[in-house]
């Protein structure tokens, strides 16, 4: 018996090293992990005090559990290979990469090994990993051979790789919510994943995310959780927030790991992600895409939502996760046109926008493009943004999660042998047996969520008056006769939380610093065809997006 170390470049960029053990087994080692308190040290003093980690590395994840299923099929897939079909593809929308594929220019399993490549080349060294990849669909190639194999007419999903936030409920993969206590949790697939799989997407793996959605501690950093670690914006490692708590959906789309990505909303964690990383992110009217099968926080507020490079990968992404759900109480019938949205930009000619006087004088980046929109003949109405106060609406969160998260527990845990835990007292309480490793920043909206008294009069009272109030903010639009509000990132995320309103932001440019910002467009319900209309107007108009310049190559 013996054993020697063989190190060799792994055709994507870096080296990788491989112990083997020639017998009995050969034990591979792509990863090994490092001690990240330099780093974590070096965030102690950010201006930014979510940015002030305790850890960057996860302390539970083995990235070679993830990385090795596939790492024999990856390693094949040659550098030549790579780069004859990287201009076909990067920063690509999803109609170009199509007609490659159908003019045989490359095929759709050559399309996940080269986006498998990037996330093996960029995820694997612990200098340039954004720890967004927290787990691989360990039968997507041979998915993608079989859809090679079948090609004719079908959506334009077919044969895209897509990666899920790790609250979406996917048969191949666990679904953890980025918590210990559901670490192991498996279920079938969410609705909107039987979705996109009738329609032939390729799902291609799980995206780190805030750590129960961003429901569990106030302090928690944006994009961390006890399972994988600290997500990292690819614009500035550890300069920039990622947004929450769809972060891994943002990041990983943002340096080009998937076609797209599916993240969720209650307040602003689509948009927010989305925009921290100059990606397009459409967090949909209530009710228009079903929610069964995610983790949840409110039954009220949440919503499933594309993320993507562009609008008309957007459009396409939102269409093929449509379709009404009996089991949901808020699913709809899709209204029409979201799929050709992209083809027919909106003239502006004919839109009406409504922008923020405050938001003119304080953001110069928002003036600038205020007034792109205006000169390209859009009817820009300026009006002062009231301040009205959401009251109730940590209580709303509180009283849903509570009634909610148990039920998700019931119907969609399917191993609850190993998943033992039934309701927020139960987490609660298996997080405080290894406080340090399983909610390092605590666990204070948990504690909340148990200490609130509110009564079941009460709290239909406060949902009902949060309605009202996010659309009192938002009467100008029937006012004065508006397509959409212009506001910047999630900034008014909350008053479209409530009034149940779709929202897309799109990117509009880089502050001085290099950070992202986005313009966003807060429309009417069930308006999504009309936002995206004027989504591609505005970005045809502006072509703001970059790739980050450190996942270029």
């Given amino acids: 018996m013996y054993k020697y170390l063989l190190c060799s470049f792994l055709l994507i960029g870096f080296i990788s ?12 080692v792509l990863w090994t992990p490092y001690n990240d308190s330099a780093e974590v040290a070096a965030s102690a003093d950010n201006e930014n005090r979510r940015m002030r980690y305790k850890f960057i590395q996860s302390k539970v994840l083995d990235k070679n559990e993830v990385f090795l299923p596939l790492y024999d099929e990856v390693s094949q897939f040659t550098e030549a290979q790579y780069e004859k079909i990287k201009p076909l593809v990067l920063e690509q929308d999803i109609p170009t990469v199509q007609t490659h594929i159908d003019e045989g220019t490359f095929t759709y399993e050559d399309l996940v090994l080269f986006y498998l490549h990037r996330i093996y080349k960029y995820e694997l060294p ?20 079989k859809l090679d194999e079948s090609k004719g007419d079908h959506h334009p999903i077919y044969g895209m790789p897509i990666l899920l936030k790790d609250n979406i409920g996917t048969e191949e993969m666990k679904t953890t919510a980025g918590a210990i206590a559901l670490m192991d949790n498996q279920t079938d697939d969410a609705f909107i994943v039987e979705r996109l799989k009738q329609k032939g997407a390729l799902i291609l793996g799980k995206a780190n995310l805030s750590e129960w959605a961003n ?24 300069i920039f927030d990622t947004g929450g708590s769809s972060a891994g959906s943002g990041t990983s789309t943002a340096a080009n790991y998937a076609v ?53 990968d957007n459009a396409i992404l939102l269409d093929a996760m449509l379709g009404k759900d009996e089991a949901d109480y808020k699913s709809v019938s899709a209204e029409p046109g979201i799929l050709s949205a992209w083809m027919h930009p909106e003239p502006f000619g004919k839109v009406r926008l409504g922008a923020m006087k405050n ?43 509570e009634q909610d998260l148990p039920a998700y527990l019931r ?24 406080s340090l490793v399983r909610i390092p920043y605590g666990q204070a909206r948990f504690d909340g969520i148990l ?13 009902k008056d949060l309605k009202e109030s996010g659309r009192a903010f938002f009467k100008v639009m029937e006012e004065k006769d508006l397509d959409a509000v212009l506001s910047i990132n999630n900034y008014h995320a909350g008053y479209a939380a409530v009034a149940e309103y779709p929202a897309i932001t799109v990117p509009m440019g880089y502050k001085t610093s290099g950070e992202p910002e986005s313009l966003t467009f807060i429309g009417k319900p069930f308006s999504e065809a009309h936002l995206l209309r004027i989504g591609k107007a505005f970005e045809d108009l502006t072509k703001a997006r970059q790739i980050p310049e450190g996942y270029l190559k």
Avoid: H
């Avoid at 928690?220 to 994988?228: E, R, T």
């Avoid at 409110?298 to 993507?308: A, E, K, N, V």
């Avoid at 003036?367 to 109730?392: H, K, M, S, T, Y």
């Avoid at 119907?411 to 290894?434: L, R, W």
């Fill in 126 to 145: 612990n200098r340039t990993t954004l720890n967004t990849i927290i787990a691989l669909n360990p039968n997507v190639l041979e998915e993608a051979r």
């Fill in 215 to 238: 429901f569990i501690c106030g302090v928690c950093p944006n994009g961390q959780s006890a399972v994988g670690g600290q997500t990292l914006n690819p614009y500035g490692r550890r």
């Fill in 451 to 463: 200490a609130d008294s509110t009564t079941v009069e009460q709290f239909e009272k406060i949902k």
């Fill in 359 to 401: 938001l003119m004088e304080r953001d110069s980046i928002y003036a600038a493009n205020v007034e792109a929109l205006r000169e390209a003949g859009a009817q820009i109405v300026e009006f002062e943004g009231e301040n009205i106060p959401l009251d109730g609406f940590t209580t709303l969160l509180n009283l849903d999660m």
């Fill in 411 to 434: 119907s969609q845990v399917k191993n609850k042998d190993v998943v033992q835990v039934e309701s927020v007292e139960d987490v609660v309480t298996f997080n405080k047996q290894d």
């Fill in 17 to 28: 090293c491989k112990q083997i053990e020639a017998e009995p087994k050969e034990e591979v």
């Fill in 260 to 312: 797209g990505a599916v993240g969720t909303e209650t307040s602003g964690s689509i948009l927010s992600p989305s925009s921290q990383n100059s990606v397009v992110g459409l967090k949909p009217t209530i009710g228009l895409l079903s929610r069964t099968g995610i983790v949840p926080i409110s039954s009220t507020l949440d919503t499933p939502g594309p993320m993507t490079k562009n609008v008309t």
